[in-house]
C-alpha cells in the first residue's frame, strides 16, 4: 500500500525518558513534516524537510530532534520527556503544494 | 499574521446540507484546503481551491472563496452519518516552505 506510516501508534513512558517516532513514505515525495496536535485539536507545525534538508523548524525546544536518513524516512527523537509533550504526533508528506499533504495515522504519546 | 479561525462545533440532520466556514488571514496564500479527520485517525485532504478561484465543486462537496473578505466555506451536500468527522481548513502561506497554518477544527455531528 502506498501511504505514510508511523510506528509506534501508542506510546506511554514515564517522564524524563526519551523516546523515537519513525515515519516512512512510499509516495515518493520530496518533503515531509512533523505536526503536534494538542487535546483541544489543535495542530501546529514543527518542522520540515527537504530532500534531507531542514527547511522549517518552528520553535520548538531542542529536546525535540527530527532526522532524515533518506528522503522517504523522518524520524523524531525526543529527550527527557515531560507532560506537556503529551499530545498526537503527525508525520506528513507533499509531492508540491496543488495536492496538500498525505498525514500518517499519528502517534499518541502519553507522558506519565 | 498567520492565523485560521474556524466555529467549533457544527450539528445537522442527515439529509440537510452543512456549510463549515473559515476565515484566514494570510493575503499571500496561493492554496486553501479543507482536511477531515476521523477520531482516531490521520488528516484526510478532501479538497483544495486556488486562490484565483472563487468556486470550486466535487461531488457532494462545494468550496466558496472570498478573496477579499478572506473567507473560506465547506458546504457539503446531502450529509449522510459518515460524514460526521472534524474538518480543518487551512492556508499555505506564500513561499514558508509549504508549511500549513490550520484552523481549531469544526466538529459536524449528523444526527439520523
Known amino acids: 500500500d502506498t501511504a505514510v506510516s508511523q510506528t509506534p501508534k501508542y506510546l506511554v513512558t514515564q517522564m524524563g525518558n526519551d523516546k523515537s517516532i519513525k515515519c516512512e513514505q512510499n509516495l515518493g515525495h520530496d518533503t515531509m513534516y512533523w505536526y503536534k496536535q494538542d487535546s483541544k485539536k489543535f495542530l501546529k507545525i514543527m518542522f520540515s524537510y527537504n530532500n534531507k534538508e531542514l527547511i522549517i523548524n518552528e520553535t520548538v525546544p531542542n529536546r525535540f530532534s527530527p532526522k532524515s536518513p533518506d528522503k522517504a524516512h523522518l524520524n523524531l527523537h525526543i529527550n527527557s520527556l515531560e507532560l506537556g509533550d503529551s499530545a498526537v504526533y503527525f508525520c506528513?508528506?507533499?509531492?508540491?503544494?496543488?495536492?496538500?499533504?498525505?498525514f500518517g495515522s499519528g502517534t499518541r504519546l502519553t507522558v506519565v | 499574521g498567520e492565523d485560521v479561525e474556524q466555529s467549533l462545533f457544527l450539528s445537522v440532520r442527515e439529509g440537510d446540507s452543512s456549510v463549515i466556514n473559515c476565515t484566514y488571514t494570510?493575503?499571500?496564500?496561493?492554496?486553501l484546503y479543507w482536511y477531515k479527520q476521523e477520531p482516531g485517525a490521520g488528516l484526510q485532504l478532501l479538497t483544495y481551491i486556488f486562490s484565483n478561484m472563487d468556486m470550486k465543486q466535487d461531488q457532494r462537496l462545494t468550496v466558496l472563496l472570498n478573496k477579499k473578505d478572506k473567507h473560506l466555506s465547506l458546504r457539503i451536500a446531502d450529509t449522510q452519518t459518515g460524514d460526521s468527522a472534524i474538518y480543518f481548513c487551512a492556508e499555505s502561506p506564500y513561499n514558508q516552505g509549504g508549511k500549513l497554518i490550520f484552523g481549531q477544527g469544526t466538529e459536524l455531528s449528523v444526527k439520523p
Open positions: 494570510d493575503s499571500s496564500s496561493t492554496y
Open positions: 506528513a508528506s507533499s509531492r508540491d503544494q496543488r495536492y496538500g499533504y498525505t
